[in-house]
């Protein structure tokens, strides 16, 4: 839909844990970036958030995260809100984000995305001609699937999801991701990222059943209880990033849906740019925190530990808490 070209070039053999420089053509800036470390013998830090946005607030918490010099940044899906529409939209985001997206040193920070329902014409569909603009820049980590992982290393594993926007829930998805984790089960870090939450704070997780010629509407969240928290239980993912609710998010550690010691940690809700009012009752009885305010998590790997601070626009810390420890291999439960 527009006379722009995406060229892409790939840097192989590159050092890990070292700072590089680059221009694009002869005329350009000098940019700078810097590799993940092979071994994470030191603090690795990373931000997430998602439900971004074009508008002040956005470009605000962009500002914020960028002083934190994050390794790289997780965006879980509504990116700027073209609908697979708007390409003036979508590169007003890229804007914002080339511009913003600076750490202290001057290095740019690296984004890695999952896809949304506003990256796509009409939210949900099985067509991947309908977000054209996402494709565009990320096909390269989705070339076939919109779900995927990313590797660092022995100690880091991010699993990117598609909470049916292009791919369904369950069926293919979900026995993918049952392999990944099995296949990931020992590394002390497997995150795992979706747009539309499992534990909704906005949202109705419980659905409204037919009545009065009225049409039952599922409650957000279903399929994906139904058909990834029991692998994340399985597996013992310690931390599942969520998005969509546009509020901040904190679940107690759950197993089987209730609170364990070490269970399984939910966080989000996609409020990076976007906000809405949390959902009054707890139906699920999950949450410890929630709010209304604009944030950003800053995400801090320690050896085998993981420290998730909750940061608004203006740097404020709302809320601090730490996930727990993955145990050796499959992780199972009682009765």
Request: charged share 20%; hydrophobic share 35%.
């Amino acid at each position: 839909m527009t006379d722009f070209q995406v060229f892409r070039a790939e840097l192989t053999c590159l050092a890990p844990g070292t700072e590089y420089a680059f221009r694009i053509g002869k005329s350009s800036g000098v940019y700078r970036f810097r590799t993940m470390p092979k071994k994470a013998n030191d603090t690795i830090s990373f931000v997430s958030g998602g439900d971004v946005g074009i508008q002040a607030a956005a470009v605000a918490n962009n500002v914020m995260a960028a002083r934190q010099n994050p390794h790289f940044a997780i965006v879980g899906g509504d990116l700027g809100y073209d609908n697979g529409r708007s390409v003036e939209i979508s590169l007003a985001f890229i804007r914002n984000w080339s511009k913003t997206m600076i750490d202290s040193e001057g290095r740019l920070i690296p984004m890695v995305t999952c896809i949304g329902n506003h990256e796509v014409n009409g939210g949900y569909t099985s067509d991947r001609g309908k977000a054209p603009f996402y494709l565009a820049l990320f096909d390269g980590l989705f070339p076939d699937k919109t779900f995927n992982m990313l590797d660092f290393g022995d100690y880091l594993s991010l699993v990117l999801l598609d909470s049916g926007h292009l791919t369904p829930i369950g069926g293919d998805q979900s026995c993918w991701l049952e392999k990944t984790l099995l296949a990931r089960q020992d590394l002390p870090h497997t995150l795992c990222v979706n747009h539309v939450p499992a534990y909704p704070s906005h949202r109705n997780p419980l659905g409204v059943p037919a009545k009065d010629g009225k049409k039952a509407v599922n409650g957000t969240g279903i399929e994906n209880r139904k058909h990834w928290v029991p692998l994340f239980d399985k597996y013992r993912v310690p931390l599942v990033l969520e998005h969509h609710d546009h509020t901040f998010k904190r679940t107690k550690p759950l197993l089987n849906g209730m609170q364990h010691e070490n269970g399984v940690l939910y966080l989000g809700d996609g409020s990076w740019g976007k906000i809405r009012i949390p959902r009054p009752q707890d139906d699920l009885d999950v949450m410890v925190k929630t709010s209304s305010e604009y944030h950003i998590t800053l995400h801090k790997l320690q050896g085998r530990e993981r420290f998730h601070l909750a940061m608004n626009e203006k740097g404020k810390i709302m809320d601090v808490s730490h996930s727990g420890q993955r145990k050796q291999g499959i992780f199972r439960t009682q009765g």
